[in-house]
């Protein structure tokens, strides 16, 4: 097993992990080969005037290794979309087939497009054949296994055997299984023995054990694509890669940038506090014994009483890990 070439990928995390959060990232950290940009749902007027076009403009980017990824089941805007992405010099395009939310799924699209497999073809025939070639661009796929349970997914994967993807993500779990119920493993190790597609995990990846553990089991894959894990951790790519351990300093430097970042960026102290708290409800385990201070986070009323929480928790935490 050769753990060296195994690239780690940033997943997609819309509404958490903007280029704010990005950014931040990316400054204090490393161990990220490729950062994925939360979905942004194609349209028929194209993707320009969205609100979360801002997101992945090249300015809002810059030294960060980022694939957009689009929200679509239709082509002829899929194809528009990659056209205005190929004109900010991206090379690279996500699809998103596994947002398991009831909004997207009922408009068939995500994970929603597994249920239409034979609409999901008709989609992958027209977008592979018009943008492929035109616009040099890599289309690569991140998907669930199956819609209500994963007896399809020997279907689904027949039909992304058929089209040149760059690289298939799986995130081994139907969307009925959202994102806490058991991996399926088994439909990763059959993808595995089933197709010659660029192979990318991606699921529960927490920390630097399980790391190990997926590489041993699917030798050969070519990425991990790790999500809830960096949040939960942000040093979890570095202490992956670089074999570091857990950097409290680093952790505070990353949190008191970004709530600078928030604070300049959202008007009013109630969005700020809301997306700290946020922040913390991922980072609650990074610390032992941290369980009391955590709690006064999710009740302080404001920034004042915030910040003397997060002073306390610098003082407790700082050198002692
Ligand atoms: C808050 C949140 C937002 C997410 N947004 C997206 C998204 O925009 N696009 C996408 O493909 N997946 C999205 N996902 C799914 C993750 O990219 C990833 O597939 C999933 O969390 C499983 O990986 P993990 O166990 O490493 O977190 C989101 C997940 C979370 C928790």
Redo the contacts with the bound molecule.
């Keep these: 097993m050769n753990t060296e070439n195994i690239q780690l990928y940033f ?7 903007g280029y704010l959060y990005r950014n931040t990232y990316n400054e204090i950290f490393s161990g990220i080969d490729k950062y ?4 942004i749902s194609t349209s028929p007027n194209g993707i320009r005037r969205l609100k979360e076009f801002k997101d992945i403009l090249p300015e809002n980017n810059k030294g960060i290794n980022l694939v957009p ?1 689009l ?1 679509s089941n239709n082509a002829k805007d899929f194809i528009s979309a990659t056209e205005e992405l190929a004109g900010l010099g991206y090379e690279e395009v ?1 699809i ?1 087939i ?2 398991p939310s009831g909004t997207v799924i009922s408009k068939g699209k ?1 994970a929603g497009f597994l249920g239409d497999l034979d609409g999901l073809d008709g989609f992958f025939d027209e977008i592979f054949n018009k943008t492929y070639d035109k616009y040099n661009m890599k289309i690569s796929v ?1 998907t669930r296994v199956g819609l209500y349970d994963e007896d399809m997914w020997q279907d689904i994967l027949e039909i992304y055997n058929r089209y040149p993807i760059s690289e298939l ?1 799986i ?1 081994p ?1 139907t969307r009925e299984d959202l ?1 806490k119920k058991p ?1 399926r493993y088994n439909t990763f190790e059959y993808a595995m023995e089933n197709t010659g597609l660029k192979l990318c995990y ?5 920390t630097k054990a399980a790391y190990k553990s997926i590489c041993e089991r699917f030798d050969g894959i070519n990425a991990i ?7 939960k951790n942000p040093c979890l790519p570095q202490m992956i890669k670089e074999d570091k351990e857990i950097e409290a300093d680093k952790i505070f430097e990353f949190h008191d940038k970004i709530y600078e970042r928030y604070k300049d960026y959202m008007s009013g102290e109630v969005p700020v506090l809301f997306k700290m708290k946020e922040i913390w409800l991922y980072m609650q385990e990074c610390f032992e014994n941290s369980e009391k201070m955590i709690k006064k986070i999710k009740k302080s009323k404001n920034l004042r009483e915030y910040d003397r929480i997060i002073q306390e928790m610098k003082e407790e935490y700082i050198e002692k890990i």
């Design positions: 997943a997609p995390m819309e509404g958490v992990a994925f940009a939360p979905f990824q929200l996500n998103n596994g947002c995500g991140k993500i995130h779990r994102y991996v991606n699921g529960d990846v927490f694509m790790l999500g809830r894990g960096i949040l």
